[in-house]
């Protein structure tokens, strides 16, 4: 599932594919990603407008026009977003669902196998962010500014990283992750983290994301002293310090090394 490092790199790669050009036309293949919106309106919504730029919010991703209406996408399960040239060997994917033709020949493509994604329009970004419950975005927030949130949190501190009305952006991978380079029990209260444990959280909160985007999320590309590549219950823990356990928290099973991570926070 496409988590906040995901959408940066898609952020990344729609500001790079749309600059500088117009939207010729759009053309929507499968119905069933479009939210709120037909594919006659978004072609009309969309057709002659230049994106002025992006805007993200944990797992959501806008195109914004100077105006409106933006673009709205979220990736669901299985959602991508791919970049063709005019030129030859430039077939579409499998899975295109909606087609976005730029001009000078290009075209970006929403591309999503399980078509959980959605795609539609939206007048007012922060309209729709309020309406989504997103919380502030996980990379957005100062170290006090984290902390104000997790003092305030009735929830362990792995539940607390994945609601996204409490911190937008965060999955299951990378919030494993993230509390595996910090050092962090997952299972210890939000609001009894430490000072040093919000310091360390939101340290390596945004050297995860960042190294995990310089990868282009390819975790064979990451660093082999990572978690991602031992999420296996009795795999040997990357520092060396005994097993992975493997635990459940709201039906989604997580993984973290009780001789790293345990009693601490």
């Known amino acids: 599932m496409p988590e906040l490092p995901d959408v940066e790199i898609y952020r990344r790669r729609f500001e790079r594919s749309t600059r500088g050009r117009r939207v010729e036309g759009v053309e929507a293949r499968d119905s069933q990603v479009l939210v709120g919106v037909g594919g006659r309106r978004l072609d009309r919504d969309l057709r002659g407008v230049r994106f002025t730029g992006t805007q993200r919010r944990g797992k959501t991703l806008y195109g914004v026009t100077t105006d409106g209406p933006h673009l709205r996408l979220h990736f669901g ?46 007048q007012d970004v922060d309209a729709d962010i309020a309406d989504h419950d997103l919380g502030p975005d996980a990379l957005d927030l100062a170290p006090p500014e984290l902390a104000s949130l997790l003092r305030k949190s009735q929830a362990g501190l792995k539940a607390f990283l994945v609601d996204q009305s409490q911190l937008a952006g965060l999955g299951n991978i990378y919030t494993d992750e993230i509390l595996f380079q910090a050092r ?82």
Not at 103 to 108: E, H, I, K, T
Not at 241 to 260: D, L, T
């Open 77 to 122: 399960m299985t959602g991508d977003l791919v970049v063709l040239d005019k030129g030859p060997c430039q077939g579409e994917p499998r899975h295109t669902r909606v087609v976005f033709g730029l001009s000078g020949g290009r075209r970006l493509l929403f591309v999503d196998q399980r078509r959980l994604g959605e795609v539609g329009v939206v």
């Open 184 to 265: 962090l029990d997952p299972r210890t209260a939000a609001a009894d983290v430490g000072d040093s444990g919000v310091r360390r959280l939101h340290r390596q909160l945004h050297r995860v994301v960042d190294r995990a985007v310089a990868a282009e999320a390819d975790p064979q590309a990451m660093p082999r002293g990572w978690l991602i590549h031992r999420r296996d219950d009795g795999a040997a823990c990357p520092r060396g310090n005994g097993s992975i356990r493997s635990f459940s928290v709201g039906g989604r099973r997580g993984y973290w090394c009780p001789g790293c991570q345990a009693g601490r926070h």
